[in-house]
């Protein structure tokens, strides 16, 4: 399948990088990046800081893209993600602060030219993809097969409000654009990513791997872990994008439901939550399958064995594990 990637690196996503790029199933057309868990200058860099790591920088473009919401003012998680986005890691390659935004016109246009309709898999505030959706809604429409999403909870369980997701908080308006785009949806939301539980004896391998290459997942992990157990108590780090990129090539490795969702956005403690009917009390037809649960373990081996080259020992990963 021939995807997009719209992405904020951050942790996650920089895990969430790593195996699409390791993953043979998808071919990746662009990665897209926005603000959201860093900076928009430095979400760019950390992108191509990991494409640069796995040696897949010259074959796969980077665009840079939104760097603030459409309507609200900017907010970054350095407190999730470190003062660069990407834990303990120190970038090597240099920011650019005078960055063109053409990740919009860049989704066009791939779209525009792919013989096959292309998957769009977004991990963080989707102002890049609303901002294309108005610039042409029909081509998207006619062009994408699917948008795959990370972001939202369907039980009112946040992580950046009580009841709101950060992605969806980020940029509320966005996110009610491409859930009422017509193009098919699924989201896959805190509810299944909470049970993506990568557990501290994990992180503990990783960081004290020999292999510098395993020591900077590590690194890079070791912040996330220490910023989870402060915040929530847990032994480990929740590894939420790497499950939709996951999901987006094995559907099957999931159960999700059609819904009708939409998103608040007042200005509150209920901005960005995402109102998902699961029991169909609006009566108005579905825009999202929303994922339930999912085979978590099955994931975090296959990271560990595409990403991590089966560094960590299977009891080290399953220790902590929630399912
Ligand atoms: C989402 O927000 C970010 O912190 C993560 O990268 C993920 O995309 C989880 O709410
Ligand atoms: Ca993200």
Not at 190 to 212: F, G, I, W
Not at 290 to 319: C, F, K, P, Q
Request: proline fraction near 7%.
């Amino acid at each position: 399948m021939r995807v997009i990637i719209d992405t904020d690196p951050g942790i996650d996503d920089s895990v969430a990088l790593a195996l699409a790029v390791r993953s043979p199933e998808i071919d990746i057309a662009a990665i897209t990046t926005t603000y959201g868990n860093a900076p928009v200058a430095d979400t760019t860099r950390n992108a191509r800081e990991v494409l640069a790591r796995l040696g897949a920088e010259a074959r796969i473009p980077v665009y840079p893209g939104a760097d603030r919401p459409l309507l609200r003012s900017l907010e970054v998680a350095l407190d999730t993600h470190g003062v660069h986005g990407i834990g303990y890691v120190a970038p090597t390659l240099p920011h650019d602060e005078l960055l063109t935004v053409d990740a919009p016109q860049v989704i066009l246009r791939l779209a525009a030219a792919s013989q096959q309709p292309l998957t769009l898999v977004a991990l963080g505030p989707l102002t890049n993809l609303a901002l294309a959706l108005a610039l042409d809604r029909p081509l998207l429409r006619e062009q994408v097969a699917e948008i795959v999403l990370m972001g939202g909870e369907p039980n009112g369980y946040g992580n950046i409000t009580p009841v709101s997701e950060f992605n969806i908080w980020c940029d509320p308006e966005a996110a009610e654009m491409v859930l009422h785009s017509g193009i098919p949806i699924r989201m896959v939301g805190l509810n299944v990513t909470r049970r993506m539980v990568c557990p501290s004896a994990a992180v503990a391998a990783l960081a004290q791997d020999s292999r510098p290459e395993l020591k900077w997942w590590g690194d890079m992990l070791r912040f996330y872990e220490e910023f989870h157990r402060r915040r929530e108590g847990l032994a480990g780090c929740i590894l939420n994008d790497p499950l939709a990129i996951a999901l987006a090539f094995a559907p099957e490795l999931g159960t999700a439901a059609p819904m009708h969702v939409d998103v608040m956005r007042d200005d509150g403690l209920t901005r960005g939550q995402t109102v998902c009917d699961r029991h169909g009390f609006l009566d108005e037809p579905p825009n999202a399958r929303v994922y339930l649960d999912v085979h978590s373990a099955d994931v975090l081996h296959m990271i560990n064995t595409r990403v991590w080259e089966g560094a960590v020992s299977a009891d080290a990963l399953l220790h902590g594990m929630s399912t």
